[in-house]
């Protein structure tokens, strides 16, 4: 009977110590849960960001291919005009020329006569 009466007065004197180990223990659970809740709280972040960031990257490329569509249509007519006037002028550069060596004119590639 001695024994418990020890046991109890041991426990009687480290109730405070008892008290704040199981303090300790419950604001690092506490502590532990919040952070997982707040881990949960950034990964769905993280998730809406990453869709965020998706819907932007698409929205870019939407734009860079209409501007690309509109830019090579701007090209290709500059490049058809650039074709043309040097077609114009090669055609006017042998007209001269056979004019200069006596002929008349300039058809299908070689100058002729009439």
Same mark, same amino acid.
């Given at each position: 009977?001695m024994l !418990?009466?020890i046991f109890?007065f041991?426990?009687? *004197?480290?109730y405070n110590?008892?008290?704040d %180990?199981?303090?300790v $223990?419950s604001t690092?659970?506490? %502590?532990y849960?919040?952070m997982? $809740?707040n ?7 993280l998730?809406?960001?990453? %869709?965020?960031?998706? *819907?932007i990257?698409?929205l !870019?490329a939407i !734009?860079?291919? +209409?501007v *690309?569509t509109? *830019?090579?249509q701007?090209v290709?007519? +500059?490049?058809?005009?650039?074709t043309?006037?040097?077609?114009? +002028? ?5 007209v001269?020329?056979?004019?200069? !060596?006596?002929?008349?004119g ?5 100058c +002729?006569?009439k």
């Amino acid at each position: 009977m001695m024994l !418990v009466y020890i046991f109890a007065f041991t426990i009687v *004197l480290h109730y405070n110590q008892i008290n704040d %180990i199981i303090k300790v $223990i419950s604001t690092n659970y506490n %502590i532990y849960k919040n952070m997982r $809740i707040n881990n949960m709280k950034n990964s769905k972040k993280l998730g809406q960001s990453l %869709i965020e960031y998706g *819907l932007i990257l698409a929205l !870019v490329a939407i !734009v860079a291919l +209409t501007v *690309l569509t509109k *830019l090579s249509q701007s090209v290709a007519s +500059t490049g058809d005009n650039a074709t043309a006037a040097i077609n114009a +002028t090669n055609t006017n550069s042998m007209v001269e020329y056979c004019k200069s !060596v006596g002929k008349t004119g300039y058809s299908n590639g070689s100058c +002729t006569s009439k």
